[in-house]
Structures are given as structure tokens and as C-alpha cells.
Antibody, heavy 119, light 111 residues
């Protein structure tokens, strides 16, 4: 059974950094790409980054490019999102989600971790 | 970026009656491999999204057969044949053909 557990969220001041983690279990983590998707309060969904199964291909949304870095450790079955220069508009619940199959398909999601950027 | 437009924003439904949600994309979702990567998710209150339908019309394991997806190119529909109380939540379409992946704004289904 696929299980994704995010951690690392919290309250942070604008301009500071935060690192999120997503621990995966129940499947072969190293065989699947992963997404980070966020949902601002009362808003819809935005995919901010995706990383291929081996880390060889990475894409970012324009809204976070240059500030966020997605990475993974296939030995630890863990996905990361390093978030720098945080802004109020980065406030959201951040989900990790598994990439399955061709293109950028998502199947399973974690439960999310909340990030609040506020002074 | 591909813009995904869902309608309606809110869908009041009656238990046992059908419901339909529309999703339109600003450009074709046909991938170079010939597949159309249009996905439907359900997000119940306080939960993370759950995938219902992938590649337009394929139902995920465990999803009741009252849910069905259809469409092609840029025009897609999610139908619930007979709404049940557990179907309350927000439904999102998502295109996974092009980067960045993009989501519709969501349709809130309420009894």
C-alpha cells in the first residue's frame, strides 16, 4: 500500500527558508518520479515541482523557479523540497504526490504539511 | 500554460440524482504518444485529493462505477450517475500532458 508522509511545515517569516520532506513506503520509491503540489488556503491546486525517478529531470513552476529546489534520496526513500526566500504567497498546504506512468500523471497523494509565511 | 476551466463552480445535487462536471482545456491534451492525460480527483473535506479517473475515462481501483469520465481533445466531463452522500467534496480536473501540469479551479458538490 502506497504511503506518503510529509513533514517539515510550520510558520516562517518572509525571506526565510524551510525544508519539507516526504517519506515514501509501500512501493519501489526509486522507480517513480514525484511531484510537490500546493494548495493555498481556500484555493485550488498548483504543481510547483516534479522530479524524475532518478533525479535526472526536474521541472519547476515559474512561481518558484530559482527559490525552491526539489531533490530526492532513493536510499532513504525520501523526497525533499528546499524552499528559500519565502513569500506570503507561498503559504499553503504542500503535498507530495507520486508520478505514475507516462507524462506527468499523479496517482497517490500524501496528507500534506502546512506552511505559513508570516511576520 | 494550459488553462483548465471547470464548470460549474458549485453544484447542488439531490441524493440519487445524476450530476455532471465539465472541464475544458485551452489547448489539446493529446500527448505525442497518442494518449490524453486528463485526470479527475475528488477532495473530500479535510482530506487530500484522491484520483478517480485517469486518461479521460479509466476508473481507478475501488472507485464506484457510478463515476465515469468522457471526452476528447479539449472537452471533458465527469459524471456521477446517482449521487450519494459520500460524494460531497470538491472535484478537480488536471492535465498531465504538458508542463506545467495544471488543474481546474474545482467544482464543489454539495447536497
Amino acid at each position: 500500500q502506497v504511503h506518503l508522509v510529509e513533514s517539515g511545515g510550520g510558520v516562517v517569516q518572509p525571506g526565510r527558508s524551510l525544508k519539507l520532506s516526504c517519506a515514501a513506503s509501500g512501493y519501489s520509491f526509486s522507480s517513480h518520479g514525484m511531484h510537490w503540489v500546493r494548495q493555498a488556503p481556500g484555493k485550488g491546486l498548483e504543481c510547483v515541482a516534479v522530479i524524475w525517478f532518478d533525479g535526472s529531470i526536474i521541472y519547476y513552476a515559474d512561481s518558484v523557479r530559482g527559490r525552491f529546489t526539489i531533490s530526492r534520496d532513493n536510499f532513504k526513500n525520501t523526497l525533499y523540497l528546499q524552499m528559500n526566500s519565502l513569500r506570503a504567497e507561498d503559504t499553503a498546504v504542500y503535498y507530495c504526490a507520486r508520478l505514475l506512468g507516462a507524462a506527468f500523471q499523479i496517482d497517490y497523494w500524501g496528507q500534506g504539511t502546512r506552511v505559513t509565511v508570516s511576520s | 500554460d494550459v488553462v483548465m476551466t471547470q464548470s460549474p463552480l458549485s453544484l447542488p445535487v439531490t441524493l440519487g440524482q445524476p450530476a455532471s462536471i465539465s472541464c475544458r482545456s485551452s489547448q489539446s491534451l493529446v500527448h505525442s504518444d497518442g494518449n490524453t492525460y486528463l485526470i479527475w480527483f475528488q477532495q473530500r473535506p479535510g482530506q487530500s485529493p484522491r484520483r478517480l479517473i485517469y486518461k479521460v475515462s479509466n476508473r481507478d481501483s475501488g472507485v464506484p462505477d457510478r463515476f465515469s469520465g468522457s471526452g476528447s481533445g479539449t472537452d471533458f466531463t465527469l459524471k456521477i450517475s446517482r449521487v450519494e452522500a459520500e460524494d460531497v467534496g470538491v472535484y478537480y480536473c488536471m492535465q498531465a500532458t504538458h508542463w506545467p501540469v495544471t488543474f481546474g479551479g474545482g467544482t464543489k458538490v454539495e447536497i
